[in-house]
């Protein structure tokens, strides 16, 4: 199993995922990661509608990706990972995922947010953990669309600071 590439996008598989970034990382299978969404049959419903054809989708909790992406069980696959915050990220990445960069590409404002750029609005909770995980090594960019700078997060948030 390879992991081509990561992604936090609480809008999971939509426009973009489906057809710009999936083909863009040489993805054959996504999977999407969130304790919430899988006891969601709507949400499962519309992920399974749009997954691009001809590619595999798994939708799983946080625990059972863990397991799954250690265990071997996407060996022949090259998985897109995507998890609909920057939390489910960050316990692949502490539950021992091979997980080494990942992009962050739409986090709506909320109450509680502060907007780094137009597309990511992030909690002071979201920045610990992104400011943990890049001392730790992880790359981690903010980026709509594949063609856009792969500026690292960090440079987003300290000018919103």
């Known amino acids: 199993m390879t992991i081509v590439a990561a992604r936090v996008d609480e809008r999971m598989i939509h426009g973009q995922v489906a057809m710009v970034w999936t ?9 999407v990661v969130n304790d919430e969404v899988v006891h969601d049959d ?17 939708i799983s909790s946080v625990a ?5 992406l ?11 990972v995507i ?9 692949l990445i502490d539950g021992g995922v091979p997980i080494k960069s990942f992009n962050v590409g739409n ?4 109450p ?3 907007k780094i750029k137009p597309s990511v609005a992030l909690s002071p909770d979201d920045i610990a953990i992104i400011r943990r995980l890049l001392k730790q090594g992880v790359t981690i960019t903010a980026q709509m669309v594949p063609n856009e700078s792969k500026t690292s997060i960090a440079t987003f948030i300290d000018k919103a600071e």
């Open 83 to 91: 998890t609909r915050n920057v939390p489910d990220m960050a316990k």
């Open 70 to 80: 250690q265990n071997g069980k996407f060996a022949a696959d090259q998985v897109f």
């Open 107 to 110: 986090l709506s404002e909320k």
């Open 23 to 31: 083909n863009t990382v040489g993805a054959n299978r996504l999977m």
């Open 42 to 58: 709507m949400a499962i419903q519309g992920l399974k509608i749009a997954r691009p054809a001809g590619k595999k989708l798994a």
């Open 112 to 114: 509680g947010t502060k």
């Open 64 to 68: 059972k990706a863990i397991e799954n």
